[in-house]
């Protein structure tokens, strides 16, 4: 995969992130088939000029947002969470869900059956 078409692996991600859901760097480089490259995502947000894009759903693998704290986009993100339904405290987000695509999967392949396999739709 060259870095054009990494940069959008990481892109279709981070938009197919559920409103009021987060993930973390890490696990959004894992989906876009991209393990260990959590500062990639990182980079790609940095550069990020597309306003419709939810970067404020992803978050520290430890649920902290990593601007700096009282910056005004940590407060930015701070209220698009919270407009989202995320309960945002000290800047931190408690995860509930370790991984927000699974739902996400469900909804397109339907359940996981034990084993790891899916029923047929």
Avoid: K
Avoid at 28 to 40: D, W, Y
Avoid at 43 to 70: F, K, S, Y
Avoid at 83 to 89: F, I, R
Avoid at 92 to 118: E, F, I, K, S
């Amino acid at each position: 995969m060259n870095s054009e078409q990494a940069r959008q692996a990481i892109l279709g991600v981070i938009r197919a992130i559920p409103a009021g859901q987060v993930m973390g760097y890490g696990e959004v480089a894992l989906h876009a088939g991209l393990p260990g490259r959590a500062r990639m995502t990182a980079q790609v947000l940095g550069r990020n000029d597309d306003p419709d894009l939810p970067w404020h759903r992803v978050l520290r693998a430890d649920g902290r947002i990593a601007m700096p704290e009282g910056s005004a986009g940590w407060h930015a993100q701070c209220q698009r969470l919270r407009s989202e339904g995320v309960v945002v405290e000290n800047g931190r987000v408690r995860r509930v869900r370790a991984d927000p695509m699974q739902a996400l999967d469900a909804a397109v392949w339907g359940p996981t059956l034990p084993g790891g396999g899916r029923r047929p739709g």
